[in-house]
């Protein structure tokens, strides 16, 4: 019955009901998402609240002037001197409007709403006064109910359960459900109502080094100095962070002949030279004004236990303690120096001051003021803290060291990183906001020149803009990279995460997925203990790339086995992870092991690929081409178990320029085949169009990074090398643990140092009082010393009515003539080798006083544990190393049998395709104007597979993209609106200074100190006159 009733409807009337449906359907959630980005982009005045008043108001004047414009123009038509009131008119045309009214939908409406208002007499001013009373009275009222929107105080992009009291919203009355829902104030889960200033958050910077170069170390310096500029230490506006940072320097240390103990190598001094510098410039220099002048304060120089530390205290009093570490006394390699500040940091600092808190007992006023409540909760607390019971006060201290666990943060950082302040507050927002994310890594440029960085550059664009997005928005980020990554302190402390981290490899697995990409290995152990891991496409940071094809393949040989190894042991735990991490389910697994799939048989495709230029160019059988493509594939993988590494990559280099060129002449081939045949409709014309558009609209959408795009051609030309000769290297060598890029053959006198062993309880009573008895005997000498090498600077500074002296480094190492002749008075041979490398810092500069500092005897005493317990140095023992040798070459067997034999039977499959056209399918050409033109394609079944494999991906990847990109938007406008408020600092005139190591360099370093521009309202922020390969960011 009900049916027959709608079935009944005029056809007319049906029509208005489904457009008006349709439009609502369609305006509501636009409506609602639009708001939620306005609040979310810190725009609730000009965006929210505004917009929905006059929406109201919009709204009540689109319904009721038509109505008394047709009133008025029907009196009009009529033609006469007789009053026609409103309900005549209304008896009139309402009542019969579907014998006169034509096809038009506007006028159907209209009439809708006169028939409400028929009640009223609008030709009455009394009446029409009513209803605009009553219209204006709801409208004052829905504005005096909401007000309080006016002065909503949220943080950047709020989480909407925070922002609504409900998810759902009412779809007739949008804009009243939207104003009426929105909360009085900020309610979070632990239900504190009222907006509070979001907690200072505690950011440990810590960087790892090791064979540097001087422009890398700078690099990071200058972009840490600019964080010291952007949140000085005492800064009482912005109190959303502090930092500290820590720079762990791997075998620092090198055996001098004739002296009694290592000194630092020259890695270590030039990094304490760049200390010095970037200090000069970012304390000193001013544009206008340059003068010599004394001015660094007095910095720390520490004996430690595992070599050395320097603390420098930065212009705007955050500090930065270099870790110098001796890899006689403790394990070096990347892995170690993070497992040494993830045990320093968070176990050392965090842990210790509440473990003696506890010791000591902490009472009540201690109890209030770690614990931050409302006021209501805390004037409660107060008449009841004596009364609690101890055991309820140790609760109370356990709940304040979650919390600080929790808003302790580190981010990661390799030794050439350059970031920008922006970039660090961009990650910070991540995870102040979703508790549950535990990493958060940014946007990675890779820098340098060269054709192999061309290749990285393309390769990284694509990788961030297509996969890294995918993985953010249907599940989680596998890797947050190493080089500029934050992670949460409670998510690395957390069950199997830091303490497996620390664990020392024993078999040769785990020398792979442990040692060979230790940061992927860290996000796996995360992931598996529910932790979210995010990819900010805004937070971009520069790291340097290889720049040879030496140093390209070695890099990935590490990368490829170690990405594999984690990847598959997420998806052997894909049941206990999907149930464990919310953000991972079952459908992302399968993405991940389609991923993984195409990855193993990419060897194989590429042949299939090469096959199919062969039989497009040389107009050969499949079959025959397949062979062809085979066979100098398959002579470099039998060469690869045979020749040494060099050799192997010398070959693969070769052919890597031969398979370049091919792919060159077949992309030239099908152009020139798709203007021959003028048609686009093949199966290879299809496919290259359809991801042309794909890159270049993922690129529009990227409009910084877009001149990237170029790169596209070379990255297309060198498929065969990145997929087809790298993987078979890789695959090959796994069984190479070595680091591969940065590696420097040892000096002659490091040999005996090479083989440490383990020492007796009286060999290291003997060593420690030799060190003790040269420590003294440096010491005593070093006050008196210093006097005399020590150069005032006042004496430097000429007089005014002499002419200007030459340029004066008063920096590092480059002093004048004259103290040049000092020094060598003062030093010789002998003395410099009866040095402790104490002395010989405190020695090095004239511009930096280094005063020696001790350490805690409990500092001490956990340094020694930490180093007996997880870091004490790996003893040279030839029986395991080459049962470990063994055992590698053993799993790279086993690896490579099943590797190669998968991408064997691939293609003999394919092969049996083409011989045998097993379900060939054969489609007759057509071209533009879909006119046959008598040649057919021939499309085989393993070739439109890997077609539609991968075009089913890069879609599911682009509209990842798309939607990961309006994020990062509402992101960074909603950084904007609040950072932008920021004021510079200014600079005192009278004191600034010029001193540098090379005045040009620095003069230009000097515009980054003094510049001012970038944080508050972009992240533009150019240093390419300091860093020719410094690309744009990525920001909107």
């Known amino acids: 019955m009900d049916w027959d009733v709608l079935t009944s409807i005029p056809g007319r009337e049906a029509r208005i009901i489904v457009i008006i449906i349709g439009v609502q359907l369609i305006s509501s959630p636009l409506c609602h998402w639009f708001s939620l980005v306005a609040c979310k982009m810190h725009a609730i005045r000009r965006c929210f609240v505004v917009p929905l008043y006059l929406a109201s108001l919009a709204v009540m004047a689109v319904l009721i002037i038509p109505v008394i414009v047709y009133y008025q123009d029907y009196r009009l038509s009529l033609n006469t001197t007789e009053n026609i009131n409103f309900t005549s008119y209304c008896n009139v045309e309402v009542a019969g409007r579907n014998q006169n009214l034509n096809g038009s939908v506007f006028p159907h409406l209209v009439l809708d709403v006169t028939q409400t208002l028929c009640f009223l007499d609008m030709s ?26 006016f002065n909503f105080k949220i943080y950047r992009i709020q989480k909407t359960q925070d922002l609504f009291s409900r998810r759902l919203y009412d779809g007739a009355f949008i804009e009243q459900s939207l104003l009426l829902n929105t909360r009085f104030n900020i309610q979070t889960k632990d239900k504190k109502n009222g907006f509070k200033d979001p907690e200072t958050v505690m950011v440990y910077l810590c960087a790892t080094m090791w064979h540097e170069t001087y422009e890398e170390m700078m690099n990071i310096i200058i972009s840490i100095f600019r964080l010291d500029k952007f949140r000085p230490k005492d800064d ?50 001013d544009k206008k004004l340059f003068k010599i002048h004394q001015d660094i304060p007095d910095q720390n120089v520490i004996r430690t236990p595992y070599g050395g530390r320097v603390i420098f205290t930065m212009p705007h009093g955050n500090d930065i303690i270099v870790h110098f570490k001796d890899k006689n006394l403790i394990r070096h390699k990347k892995r170690w120096s993070q497992v040494m500040y993830l045990y320093f940091l968070l176990g050392w600092k965090l842990m210790t001051k509440h473990y003696k808190s506890w010791q000591k007992g902490m009472g009540k006023k201690e109890v209030e003021a770690k614990i931050e409540v409302s006021h209501l909760i805390f004037f409660f607390m107060q008449t009841i ?43 910070i927002d991540r995870l102040k906001m979703y508790p549950r994310v535990g990493a958060a890594c940014g946007r990675i440029h890779p820098t340098g020149s060269g054709p192999a960085v061309w290749f990285q550059k393309f390769e990284y664009a694509v990788s961030h803009w297509l996969q890294k997005t995918a993985e953010h928005v249907f599940g989680c980020v596998l890797c947050s990279p190493g080089c500029f990554s934050l992670f949460r302190a409670e998510a690395l402390m957390d ?73 598959v042991d997420l998806l052997g735990s894909t049941n206990s992870l999907s149930k464990r991490n919310r953000s991972i389910s079952k459908p992302f697994m399968f993405y991940q092991l389609f991923a993984i799939v195409s990855a193993i048989l990419s060897p194989a495709t590429i042949c299939l690929m090469i096959a199919g230029s062969l039989t497009f160019v040389l107009e050969i059988p499949s079959a025959g081409a397949l062979i062809l493509a085979v066979i100098p594939p398959a002579i470099y993988l039998g060469l690869c178990f045979k020749l040494k590494t060099d050799t192997q990559i010398t070959i693969a ?87 591969g890029t940065r590696e420097t053959k040892p000096a002659a006198e490091d040999a005996p140092d090479a083989a440490i062993t383990q020492q007796t309880s009286k060999q290291k009573a003997k060593s420690a009082c030799q060190k003790l008895c040269s420590w003294v005997k440096c010491c005593k000498k070093s006050t008196s010393e210093d006097e005399q090498l020590r150069i005032n600077q006042g004496n430097l500074i000429p007089e005014p009515s002499e002419p200007v002296p030459q340029p004066q480094n008063t920096i590092v190492d480059d002093i004048s003539e004259e103290g040049q002749g000092e020094m060598d008075m003062l030093y010789d041979i002998h003395d410099f080798h009866n040095q402790c490398w104490v002395t010989e810092l405190q020695n090095m500069s004239n511009d930096i006083r280094l005063q020696e500092g001790f350490l805690s005897e409990e500092e001490v005493k956990f340094w020694n544990d930490l180093q007996e317990k997880y870091l004490q140095p790996l003893a040279t023992d030839k029986e395991k190393q080459k049962k470990t040798q063994s055992d590698l070459r053993e799993l790279r067997n086993k690896i490579n049998f099943s590797f ?137």
């Open 495 to 567: 069950d199997n995460v830091m303490k497996r981290y620390s664990t020392k490899s024993m078999e040769a697995s785990q020398y792979i997925q442990y040692d060979q990409g230790e940061d992927r290995w860290l996000c796996t152990l995360m992931l598996k203990q529910g932790w979210r891991v995010e990819y900010n496409a805004a937070s971009d940071a520069y790291t340097n790339a290889p720049e040879n094809f030496k140093e390209l393949y070695n890099q990935r040989k590490r990368w490829g086995p170690s990405t594999m190894a984690n990847v």
């Open 124 to 149: 009455k001013i009394s009446d029409i006064g009513i209803l605009t009373g009553e219209a204006v009275s709801w409208w004052l009222g829905l504005v005096l109910a909401t007000v309080y929107i």
């Open 653 to 739: 280099a070769a052919m890597s320029i031969m398979y370049a060129i091919l792919m060159l002449v077949v992309s030239m081939s099908i152009i020139a085949s798709m203007v021959e045949d003028q048609t686009i409709l093949t199966p290879s014309s299809i496919f290259i169009i359809i991801m042309t558009i794909i890159f270049i609209t993922t690129a529009v959408m990227h409009p910084q990074e877009f001149p990237l795009v170029f790169y596209g051609l070379l990255y297309i030309i060198c498929i065969p090398s990145a997929y087809l000769l790298l993987t078979m290297y890789s695959m090959v060598n796994m069984n190479n643990v070595s680091w």
């Open 236 to 285: 009482t506006k912005h109190d959303d962070f502090t930092f500290e940072t820590h720079i762990y320097f791997d075998d620092a240390f090198e055996p001098v002949e004739g002296s009694h103990e290592h000194h630092l190598n020259e890695y270590a001094k030039d990094l304490v030279k760049i200390m010095a510098e970037v200090y000069c410039i970012f304390k000193n220099v």
């Open 900 to 1036: 190669f034999f998968v991408n064997a039977l691939w293609l003999v499959a394919a092969f049996m395709f083409q011989v045998f056209e097993v379900f060939a399918i054969k489609i007759e050409m057509v071209d533009l104007n879909l006119n046959k033109n008598g040649k057919n394609i021939q499309i085989e079944p393993m070739t439109l597979m890997f077609i539609m494999g991968f075009a089913i991906t890069v879609l599911v990847q682009f509209i990842a993209m798309l939607y990961h990109r309006v994020n990062t938007l509402i992101h960074y406008v909603a950084f904007v609106n609040t950072e932008r408020k920021k004021t510079p600092p200014k600079t005192d005139e009278e004191d600034e200074i010029f001193c540098s190591a090379d005045s040009s360099y620095s003069s230009q370093v000097s515009e980054v100190a003094n510049s001012d521009v970038l944080y508050e309202d972009s992240d533009d922020y150019s240093d390419d006159e300091i860093f020719s390969n410094a690309n744009g960011g990525t920001l909107v």
């Open 385 to 427: 803290l004596d009364k609690l019971p101890q055991n309820t006060m140790i609760d109370l201290r356990c709940l304040f060291l979650q919390k600080e666990k929790h808003n302790t943060y580190i981010l990661a950082l390799d030794g050439d990183t350059d970031f920008q302040p922006t970039a660090v507050l961009l990650l």
